[in-house]
Structure formats: structure tokens, C-alpha cells
């Protein structure tokens, strides 16, 4: 028994300044220590999802979910293979090209999408290109950087083993670069949510960013926490689950440089 809490104890420890948040958000308005207007209890937060019904929160859930897959795919079929070409076979047109890439990078995608707006029209389009753009740079220079910190001495040994062009990408560069792949997805798809909702909250009928505005437009309090609470749970969830994937195919990294 004592050694299942110690190893429940070791799991769950990463777990217990969440649930000591929660317990401050709950019992802070009850106390007086907060508004309730403006601070509601999470119970309250709670109900508020569940007179809501699941369904309509499948429904937004779903929609955002939607936008983020598609453009995060789209953004990392083109900088995943661009990174690898560029350092690894092109790095004097790599060098030509980093320092417009790095300063495309410092534009923030959310404030690009009113300009979507006035090239593509309203709709779907600005949405997605706000989410391109915020995995593209992400992805494109933690792929470039991983093949950048490749150590020679491996391409060469898959070489003088006979090892052809494909060989060395699939059992050398790809498996050197993996994790600095993984560190640039997991980066892009939490800036493709976080972007995604402000895109809906500015030009979208539907999905969890509309709902937060349209609850902020109501002066709803409880559904803005709700909307909130949903995009804290799934930015989490997406970035635990690619941890997990990490771990998996990069075991033989130590684990202090996988969490870094």
C-alpha cells in the first residue's frame, strides 16, 4: 500500500498546485476574499457548462477544433520539409533567408488578421491563415535548428556504411531532430489555439472564441470563465498528450531535456 501512494504520490504531484487553484477559486468568492460578480465560484462556472449542455459545448469545441487541426497541418507540411531543405541542403540560401524569416516572425499573428479580412473577405480564410502563421516560424526554426545541431560524425559514419540519401534522413537526421521537431509542434499548436480564439472572438459565428466574446458582449461572467476553463483544459490537454507522444519515440533522451 505504501508503495502504490508514493508512485500515485509521483504521478500526481505535478497535479497539486491545479487542484489547490481550483480550491482558491471555488472557496475566494465565498470568503469575501473576491467579487462573485466578477470572480464566481467554479461550481458556479460548472453549472453554467452544464445548463449549457454538453452538446452545444461539443458543438464550439468541435468547430475551434476544426479551424486548429487544418491550419496547423497545412502551416506544418510547409515548414517541417522548408526547415529541413534549407540546413540541411541549401545553408547558404538558409542564411540569405533567416533574417526576413526572423523578422516576419516578430509580427504578431493576431493583429494580422484585420488585414486577412480586407485581402480574403469575412469567413473561414483569415482564421485559418492566422493559425498558419502562427505555427509556421515556430516549427520552421526549431526544424532548422535540430538539423543544425546534428553531429556530423553520424552522417558520415551512415555513409561510409553504404547507407544512401533516404537511409541517413529515416535512421540519422530525423531521429537527431526529432525532439527540437516535437519542442516546435507543441509550441505551434498552443500558439495556433491561443490565436484561434482571438480570430473568433473578431470574425466568427461559432466556436469557443465567438462564445467567450458573445458572453463578454452579454456581461455573462460564468460563461467567459467557462469558455476560459475549456481553453485552459484543452491547451493542456494537447500539450500533455504531445509530451506523452515525445517521451514515447525519444526514450533515449534524458528526461530533464524532453521537459525543458
Known amino acids: 500500500m505504501k508503495r502504490f501512494l508514493t508512485a500515485f504520490n509521483d504521478k500526481a504531484i505535478k497535479f497539486y498546485l491545479i487542484i489547490a487553484f481550483v480550491l482558491l477559486w471555488q472557496f475566494a468568492p465565498k470568503l469575501g476574499l473576491t467579487n462573485p460578480t466578477f470572480v464566481p465560484p467554479f461550481t458556479a462556472v460548472i453549472a453554467d457548462g452544464a445548463e449549457l449542455g454538453i452538446v452545444k459545448i461539443l458543438v464550439h469545441f468541435c468547430i475551434s477544433m476544426k479551424r486548429v487541426i487544418i491550419g496547423f497541418a497545412v502551416s506544418a507540411a510547409l515548414a517541417l520539409p522548408l526547415g529541413f531543405i534549407l540546413n540541411g541542403g541549401l545553408p ?46 515556430p516549427v520552421l526554426f526549431t ?25 541517413v534522413f529515416f535512421k540519422v537526421v530525423l531521429p537527431a531532430t526529432f525532439p527540437s521537431l516535437m519542442r516546435g509542434i507543441r509550441s505551434g499548436l498552443s500558439m495556433a489555439f491561443l490565436m484561434l480564439i482571438g480570430a473568433e472572438s473578431m470574425g466568427a459565428d461559432s466556436g469557443i472564441g465567438w462564445m467567450i466574446n458573445n458572453a463578454q458582449k452579454l456581461g455573462w461572467i460564468t460563461r467567459v ?17 504531445l509530451g506523452v ?7 533515449w533522451k534524458p528526461a530533464a531535456e524532453l521537459e525543458a
Do not use: H
Not at 225 to 241: H, R, W
Not at 245 to 251: A, L, S
Open 92 to 137: 547558404k540560401v538558409s542564411a540569405f533567408l533567416r533574417p526576413l524569416f526572423a523578422f516576419l516572425q516578430q509580427i504578431p499573428p493576431y493583429i494580422l488578421y484585420p488585414v486577412f479580412l480586407l485581402v480574403f473577405g469575412p469567413g473561414e480564410n483569415g482564421i485559418y491563415l492566422v493559425i498558419f502563421w502562427s505555427v509556421f516560424f
Open 143 to 167: 526544424t532548422m535548428q535540430g538539423v543544425s545541431e546534428i553531429d556530423a560524425k553520424l552522417i558520415r559514419a551512415a555513409r561510409a556504411m553504404n547507407c544512401g540519401g533516404l537511409r
Open 225 to 241: 470563465y467557462l469558455g476560459a476553463l475549456i481553453v485552459c483544459v484543452v491547451g493542456f490537454a494537447l500539450n500533455y498528450g
Open 245 to 251: 507522444i515525445e517521451r514515447v519515440f525519444v526514450g
